[in-house]
């Protein structure tokens, strides 16, 4: 650490990765500008104690901006939790099924979905409401192919599947039952009604900051549901309680979600104006694929496919990688698809700057002019 190295914004390349993810430039000006000293507190947010008038400052505006862009009302209690989305595969059923005899509820619509099934059959019982595995979670339920359970606990579903890119476009109706969903990948990226959700899950750094903190939105009934038994840190109540501070929280994670909130709310317009946004973005994309005469094969069904995940196949595989090659060559990185999907995978949350989504955008165009040349 002897030479001091000043990086420039013109070395940042675009940067397409499912996360961790691009996150506004003002967000990171502003987080760089105040490293050394918090305005008014003379310490780094990476020094100060979590139990300072700073953080205390830096928690309230948080969750105050977080509940005004989603509209969560009273009915709600909102915490940060650490462990990732996937602790919340197991806090949910540990929280809200655990010794019960009801089932709980899965529509499974990708592999997130598969893989918090997964933990939920160690609680309790579990029930497969839907599940598209067998075309590789390229779309989601018609309408009547959901076949719930008669009395579920609560019904669990992913908003987006980040790996397939498998979107719902509207909050999902699915009866009377608690709905708990996996926000991970758009949250914050469009208005939700949060009155329709028991409970919402969301890691931060797919849309909403750097990994970290994962948010829990959860309708104060369901507290109740708890087992006293339950290990101290894996119970909601313990932190509802506590304020999200019954530990020592993820505090810089925290501040950087509370400057990505602050972000969409000035900077943005908010989240009917970031869903604008990211629905554009994503058109840009799919319509080089619908007119692409079948060169870019898109994985999910037209109807379902994501605004965060363009999911998408080349004629074969060493045209794929030759295209991500290339792709990089250019400042377009991170593209290559997951494993299970194969392919190209272009994430293009809220932070992808339309000028990004451009530049990949005359990238296909070009690519495949070139091959039929
Ligand atoms: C990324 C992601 C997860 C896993 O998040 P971790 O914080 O790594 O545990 C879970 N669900 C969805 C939908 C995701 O996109």
Redo the contacts with the bound molecule.
């Keep these: 650490m002897t030479e001091r190295s000043l990086v420039s914004v013109a070395e940042r390349v675009f940067n397409f990765s499912?996360?961790p993810a691009v996150l506004p430039l003002e967000v990171l000006e502003r987080a760089r500008d105040e490293l050394l000293a918090l305005p008014g507190v003379g310490i780094s947010v990476l020094e100060i104690s979590h139990r300072s008038p700073a953080f205390d400052r830096i928690l309230e505006e948080t969750l105050g901006d977080l509940r005004s862009l989603l509209g969560i009302g009273p009915d709600h209690e909102v915490v940060f939790l650490q462990?990732?989305?996937?602790?919340?595969?197991s806090m949910v059923p540990m929280n809200l099924l655990r010794g019960r005899t009801q089932a709980a509820d899965y529509v499974v619509t990708?592999t997130?979905?598969a893989?918090?099934i997964k933990e939920a059959r160690r609680e309790g019982r579990v029930h497969v409401a839907w599940d598209g595995g067998t075309t590789n979670y390229d779309r989601l339920p018609a309408a009547g192919e959901i076949a719930l359970s008669a009395d579920p606990a609560y019904v669990h579903v992913?908003?987006?599947?980040?790996?397939q890119g498998v979107q719902w476009k509207h909050d999902p109706d699915l009866g009377p039952a608690p709905l708990v969903c996996?926000?991970?990948?758009?949250f914050l990226s469009r208005p939700i009604d949060v009155a329709k959700y028991g409970l919402i899950y969301?890691?931060?750094?797919?849309n909403a900051g750097v990994?970290g903190v994962?948010t829990v939105i959860i309708r104060k009934d369901l507290l109740d549901r708890s087992r006293d038994d339950l290990p101290t840190m894996l119970d909601y109540r313990t932190h509802v309680k506590n304020g999200s501070r019954p530990n020592t929280p993820p505090v810089f994670a925290v501040y950087v979600l509370g400057l990505v909130c602050r972000w969409i709310r000035d900077s943005v317009g908010g989240l009917a104006a970031m869903d604008r946004h990211n629905r554009g973005k994503a058109k840009l994309l799919y319509d080089v694929l619908d007119a692409s005469g079948g060169f870019y094969a898109g994985h999910a069904r037209p109807d379902c496919r994501s605004d965060m995940n363009v999911t998408f196949r080349l004629p074969d595989e060493a045209t794929e990688k030759e295209f991500v090659k290339g792709a990089s060559a250019r400042g377009l990185i991170d593209l290559k698809g997951h494993r299970s999907v194969g392919g190209i995978r272009a994430s293009i949350y809220n932070a992808m700057p339309m000028a990004g989504v451009e530049a990949l955008r005359d990238y296909m165009l070009e690519f495949q002019q070139a091959r039929r040349a």
Excluded: R, V
């Design positions: 499912p996360g462990g990732g989305a996937s602790l919340q595969f990708g997130w979905g893989t918090a992913t908003s987006n599947e980040t790996i996996d926000c991970s990948s758009d969301a890691c931060a750094q797919k990994a994962t």
